[in-house]
């Protein structure tokens, strides 16, 4: 009497150094299907304001000084960094989704949005954020 026997398991292939693949059990992790290069720093920045925010208003954190302290940054760069938090919330979101930089610098930086973030009509903001890209993302 013949049996069969079949056994179904997810498996993925992981790069090993020197380009050599290796079986690994279970699925692929979540990196390994992530799209090539690396979110934008000013995206990651413009996050990590709207986490520093929450931390304040719901009372975990006292004030933009603690915050630095406990970074182990200057306040002028808490200062700084939730400045973003000025912008036009259209711009908030296109610079949350900014595409991944492969190589070399960032096409836009925390400092090319401080001015856009100092102003406060939005419309105004929009213009300069338009050129801001025109110039920035050929």
Do not use: C
Request: no cysteine.
């Amino acid at each position: 009497m013949t049996t069969s026997l079949t056994i179904e398991r997810t498996v993925h292939f992981q790069r090993r150094p020197h380009g050599r693949k290796e079986l690994q059990d279970g699925a692929a992790p979540v990196w390994a299907s992530l799209p090539p290069g690396r979110v934008p720093r000013v995206a990651r920045f413009l996050a990590l304001a709207h986490r520093f925010d929450g931390l304040v208003r719901s009372g975990a954190v006292r004030d933009y000084a603690e915050l630095a302290r406990l970074g182990r940054v200057t306040r002028a760069r808490v200062s700084q960094v939730m400045n973003l938090l000025n912008l036009a919330p259209a711009i908030q979101e296109e610079v949350l989704f900014l595409p991944r930089t492969v190589q070399g610098r960032d096409a836009i930086i925390l400092a090319d949005l401080q001015p856009i973030a100092s102003v406060v009509s939005w419309p105004k903001q929009r213009r300069m954020w338009e050129q801001l890209k025109a110039a920035a993302l050929r």
